[in-house]
């Protein structure tokens, strides 16, 4: 199965500050399937979509004309050895648990 194939992620580029960021990001993760992390490497949008060339069992339906980034993907680590999740410092699935961080984070907010 390809796990990494159900599955995008978009770096936001600078980490969010302001509140006005977060409430950005609150819209964000309040659509299905849309979620936000940060790791070592920063933050992310993660969205939960399987690609759409991949095949039951998870083979890949255009292997030999795939995208270049699924050719330079490396699967020494994989989230089947570990769920990516294990590797996020925060993560927020939904927009409770981010309005939540948001809450503590700025002890203005919703004030």
């Known amino acids: 199965m390809s796990k990494c194939c159900t599955y995008i992620t978009q770096a936001l580029g600078a980490a969010p ?17 849309v979620g936000l992390y940060r790791d070592s490497d920063g933050w992310y949008l993660i969205i939960d979509t399987p690609c759409s060339h991949l095949r039951p069992g998870g083979v890949c339906a255009i292997y030999d004309q795939r995208p ?44």
Do not use: M
């Open 68 to 111: 270049q980034i699924c050719r330079d993907y490396d699967n020494d680590w994989c989230e089947l050895d570990a769920p990516a999740e294990d590797g996020f410092d925060l993560y927020f699935r939904d927009y409770e648990a981010l309005l939540t961080y948001c809450r503590k984070r700025f002890k203005t907010w919703g004030k």
């Open 17 to 33: 500050r302001s509140k006005a960021e977060f409430e950005h990001l609150l819209w964000q993760v309040s659509h299905q399937g």
